[in-house]
């Protein structure tokens, strides 16, 4: 009877460690698409296929700009000149944009976290499967558009905090006075994307945008 008890146990921790294994991150690059005008990868133009690590800069000059897929179900759309970090590994989970455009699907686990982090001068956007968009305006101005889902937003200072859920955009300004203050402009309308936008993004990796309910992945 022990004995089989001691082996109920172990069948258990066995199914237990598969499962965590399945769900571990094993994967954490990303990959660029596709790419149009002068793209660069850490100052070397970008090619189809080329493989993004962590701690890569990706920037995008005038009439220019490129797709990257991590994890094959989350996409993302670097606008033109724009600079963006790519700060994910198994340990580190955020994406760095220093000025430009930026939008995304996110369909997948891809940090053992199990968000991501967008990374403004002005603002700071925790993601877990939803559809955004952002534009930084100027060093002191972030556009945020929650476009379908769930997202954590808040002041690059730490000031102010909210939970976005949005099933058909919900969009943010973050301005920074001169005093270093962020003041949050919720009076938005939809700028710099459209639902065309993001239904694009998401059908190359395979997926739907349900615009009548948030995202909750």
Not at 179 to 207: P, S
Request: charged share 25%; net charge positive; aromatic share 8%.
């Amino acid at each position: 009877m022990k004995r089989k008890i001691i082996c109920s146990i172990f069948i258990l921790i066995l199914l237990f460690s598969i499962s965590c294994k399945k769900e571990s991150v094993t994967n954490t690059n990303g990959v660029i698409l596709t790419y149009a005008g002068n793209v660069l990868i850490n100052s070397k133009a970008a090619k189809r296929g080329t493989i993004i690590k962590f701690g890569d800069v990706i920037t995008t000059q005038a009439n220019s700009s490129c797709e990257i897929i991590v994890a094959e179900k989350n996409i993302f759309r670097l606008g033109a000149n724009s600079k963006m970090i790519f700060n994910i590994s198994k340990t580190q989970n955020s994406i760095d944009l220093k000025k430009g455009w930026l939008s995304g699907v996110s369909k997948k686990k891809f940090t053992s976290q199990g968000e991501f982090f967008v990374n403004t001068p002005t603002a700071v956007a925790g993601v877990r499967g939803t559809a955004f968009c952002l534009k930084i305006e100027s060093p002191k101005k972030t556009y945020f558009c929650v476009c379908n889902g769930v997202i954590n937003l808040k002041t690059s200072n730490n000031d102010q905090r909210e939970t976005i859920s949005a099933a058909h955009h919900a969009a943010r300004r973050y301005i920074r006075d001169d005093d270093g203050n962020i003041r949050v402009d919720t009076n938005q309308t939809l700028d710099y994307h459209t639902d065309k936008t993001l239904e694009k993004l998401a059908k190359k990796i395979n997926v739907t945008i349900d615009w009548t309910a948030p995202d909750r992945n």
